[in-house]
């Protein structure tokens, strides 16, 4: 997410920065308190599409500190919605959803025909509305015990809704909701926070393909000076693991064309390579192939390398 200059309705207090979620803003010290003391004064903003609580502190430190009050940005959820929905995956089980709860409707809706027959056989009448509550009640294995058989016809038919329902209602049903929605969910929502596309507007950005301590200092270098980067990751639970750790991440392979193109490639101020020299001389091969004009920084754990980096693009 780019900068963004905010200004808040404070004499004293003037933020220059502020980002997501970390939100450390640097302002000017203020004179209303001692330098030792800390004065917290909480109010609410909404500002880069979050709902933030502002808690700063006068002092010598002088730091502005957001911290979240809504977890996502509006388009965060919409994003995962739509990739959950518009799955193929996500179709056909809704399709194997919807034949279960079928199938779980005619169960019901025969046992409760079936407890009239049997209650009539037992010289007694009950409410179509009591059968199918009766049906539950069992299936669900809560058992009030209100609505009884009392031949040994009407127990064996008891046991039988008893059985069924432990399979059908607390051993298939859970089990389906977990595979047909939750994992789906959690896959969907992965994948939102691991993209495989950066968006159209995207611009002036570094593009690194290791995760190492050279791109790790880099990375913080980056993120001092408030410029965008994007570091690729072939492993989506690896990832995951960066992006939790603050990194921004996106999946592909780093040595296939289309990742960079999808890594906006003709839009980017510098593409970083610190893999093996190898490695590094087929992206740099990939990249010049995109982008004859991109800075191209590479490696070399050979000084042999060196001749070949420069022939395949790096600068």
């Known amino acids: 997410m780019s900068n963004v200059e905010q200004?808040?309705?404070?004499?004293?207090?003037?933020?220059?920065l502020l980002f997501p979620s970390a939100f450390d803003i640097r302002y000017s010290t203020c004179p209303l308190c001692p330098q030792n003391d800390s004065l917290w004064i909480q109010r609410a903003w909404y500002c880069c599409?979050?709902?933030?609580?502002?808690?700063?502190?006068?002092?010598?430190?002088?730091?502005?500190?957001f911290t979240y009050l809504r977890e996502r940005t509006v388009k965060y959820y919409p994003s995962v919605l739509g990739?959950?929905?518009?799955?193929?995956?996500?179709?056909?089980?809704l399709r194997l959803l919807f034949k279960f709860l079928l199938v779980l409707v005619i169960l019901v809706i025969v046992y409760s025909i079936a407890f009239h027959f049997l209650m009539h056989y037992e010289g007694r009448d009950y409410s179509w509305i009591t059968g199918i509550y009766w049906t539950l009640t069992v299936m669900t294995t809560l058992g009030f015990g209100d609505i009884t058989f009392h031949s040994d016809l009407g127990r064996a038919f008891s046991i039988i809704v008893l059985l069924s329902g432990v399979v059908f209602l607390l051993t298939l049903l859970p089990f389906t909701f977990i595979k047909f929605f939750?994992?789906?969910?959690?896959?969907?929502?992965?994948?939102n926070r691991a993209p495989k596309e950066l968006p159209p507007e995207t611009k002036a950005h570094v593009i690194l393909t290791a995760y190492d301590p050279v791109t790790i200092a880099l990375i913080e270098k980056l993120k001092s000076h408030h410029h965008d980067y994007v570091l690729i990751v072939d492993d989506l639970r690896r990832a995951l693991e960066l992006y939790d750790a603050g990194i921004r991440v996106a999946v592909g392979i780093i040595?296939?064309?289309?990742?960079?193109?999808?890594?906006?490639i003709d839009r980017a101020s510098l593409v970083v390579a610190t893999h093996r020299d190898e490695i590094n001389t087929n992206i740099a091969f990939t990249v010049r192939e995109l982008n004859e004009q991109v800075p191209i920084v590479t490696t070399a754990d050979s000084p042999y390398s060196e001749d070949i980096l420069q022939m395949a693009g790096s600068t």
Not at 7 to 16: G, M, Q
Not at 83 to 93: D, L, P
Not at 182 to 191: F, G, H, L, T, V
């Open 182 to 191: 939750y994992a789906p969910w959690i896959e969907a929502e992965s994948r």
């Open 7 to 16: 200004v808040i309705s404070n004499d004293r207090v003037k933020p220059l």
């Open 83 to 93: 990739y959950f929905v518009h799955g193929e995956s996500t179709k056909r089980n």
């Open 49 to 65: 599409g979050f709902h933030c609580a502002a808690k700063y502190s006068a002092g010598q430190a002088g730091i502005l500190r």
């Open 255 to 264: 040595d296939d064309p289309e990742t960079y193109r999808k890594m906006r």
